[in-house]
């Protein structure tokens, strides 16, 4: 598929805009949450801001505690445990086949694939292909301030050569631009509310930084000529919108500090600073997607092959060494306790989302497709033909409260034909196996 950019118009072919249009598009402008008083349009037309959220993990999962009954009368298994609050949005794909990952490099070629259902290429020079989260934000970007939004816990590092004589890039990035252009990952959460709001007001992130000046103070300057003409529901949705942009400059200039200092060798390395971390990149990605700055989230929990060492969990091994457990139980419960805690955590962030008001009597967690997806299932087998998929959210869009067990080996491109289908996207081939529609998720 060739993409082209979409044409913009020009100042002189656009209408003239309303009072109301012109509030509508401030509160683009300044990252102000679509109140009801500007954006209940389109509620009324029925018109769902869809949203799209990759939720990475690395190493697989422990498969035997993935298992669950098939159908409607399932439950959940033992690592998705924490989402039983959201279980009657969630729903269990297992099945799936990257076969294309199949090479000697376990861990950089299925995480670079993965979305985009294409072997890369060999050696130093990178080559994959168009990731589905890219199509998606190509096809489908409706102005947004960011047609997309990457972040990670762990940016790029010098991996060298990596496996097999892959690049170690592929390690590092799950979408794809172009055949030839990785989207570079935001480890930073101050830096990723720089990105999405360091152009309103003025504020020039060159020159004034976050520190000296904080943004929600000049959110709520421009705010105080707004709010006068709003009523009481939409005067307090902004308030408490400002709430949570102070809230959170608060708490990444907290986390600063701790990955700031120069830690002694005698306290935890990550710790309460990794957790952090997480729950700063949540709050991130939950404001991205209130304020409709981008619509279109990847998010790696770590990169494909990470080593990060989990001893608050009481892990007392690198992640990567425990996926190759061998069997042994000591390494599986650690390993478990692990994979555990990542699902917590987008079972957290999927919370958050779900307690946000979209309209229409939906929250923003209802017209999002949240997938937590990993690169192989069985860490110490990097099997690439069985991984299993959770998606969250996407109410009434696709089948909730089940669990979809595909044919074996189902590839895994077809789930990203499926999710071009569901937002808007024609397309009926994707990647090198991609060729239907999964009607398997979708409602009767």
């Known amino acids: 598929m060739t993409l082209r950019p979409k044409r913009r118009p020009s100042f002189d072919a656009l209408p003239r805009l309303s009072r109301r249009g012109l509030l509508k598009a401030g509160a683009a402008l300044a990252g ?185 103070d000049f959110l709520q300057a421009d705010s105080l000529a707004l709010l006068p003409s709003l009523g009481s529901d939409d005067s307090r949705r902004v308030e408490e919108y400002l709430s ?44 991205g997607f209130q304020c409709d700055t981008t619509r279109v989230v990847t998010y790696m929990e770590g990169h494909g092959a990470s080593g990060r060492l989990f001893d608050f969990l009481g892990a007392g091994d690198p992640f990567h060494t425990l996926s190759h457990h061998a069997w042994q139980p000591s390494a599986i419960d650690q390993y478990k306790r692990i994979t555990a805690w990542e699902v917590e955590r987008f079972a957290a962030l999927c919370s958050r989302l779900d307690a946000i008001d979209d309209g229409g009597g939906y929250s923003v967690l209802d017209n999002t497709v949240a997938c937590l997806m990993s690169g192989m299932g069985e860490g110490d087998e990097h099997d690439v033909f069985d991984i299993p998929l959770v998606i969250c959210g996407a109410t009434g869009l696709i089948r909730n409260n089940t669990h979809v067990q595909l044919e074996p080996e189902t590839p895994l491109a077809n789930l990203h034909v499926t999710l071009a289908n569901l937002f808007g996207v024609n397309i009926s081939e994707f990647g090198t196996y991609g060729d239907r529609i999964l009607h398997e998720l979708l409602p009767a």
């Open 32 to 216: 102000l949450p679509l109140i009801a008083h500007t954006g209940s349009a389109m509620a009324a037309e029925g018109d769902r801001r869809l949203r799209l959220l990759i939720f990475f993990v690395p190493n697989g999962f422990h498969m035997p505690a993935m298992q669950a009954d098939a159908g409607d009368a399932w439950q959940l298994p033992e690592l998705l445990a924490p989402l039983a609050d959201l279980k009657e949005k969630t729903t269990y794909v297992t099945g799936f086949a990257n076969s294309v990952a199949f090479t000697e490099s376990v861990h950089a070629v299925p995480t670079a694939s993965m979305l985009t259902g294409v072997r890369p290429a060999i050696g130093s020079q990178l080559k994959n292909s168009i990731s589905i989260d890219q199509l998606i934000a190509a096809e489908t970007n409706p102005g947004t301030l960011l047609p997309s939004l990457h972040l990670t816990t762990e940016p790029i590092s010098s991996l060298g050569q990596g496996e097999s004589g892959y690049s170690g890039s592929y390690y590092h990035h799950v979408s794809w631009l172009s055949d030839y252009v990785a989207q570079p990952n935001i480890g930073s959460p101050e830096a990723a509310l720089r990105t999405m709001f360091g152009r309103v007001t003025g504020v020039n992130p060159a020159t004034q930084g976050f520190r000296s000046q904080k943004l929600v």
């Open 244 to 287: 949570a942009v102070s809230a959170l400059e608060d708490r990444i200039q907290a986390q600063q500090a701790v990955i700031d200092c120069e830690i002694p060798s005698t306290v935890d390395p990550i710790g309460a600073g990794f957790t952090g971390l997480n729950e700063a990149m949540a709050d991130v990605i939950s404001l």
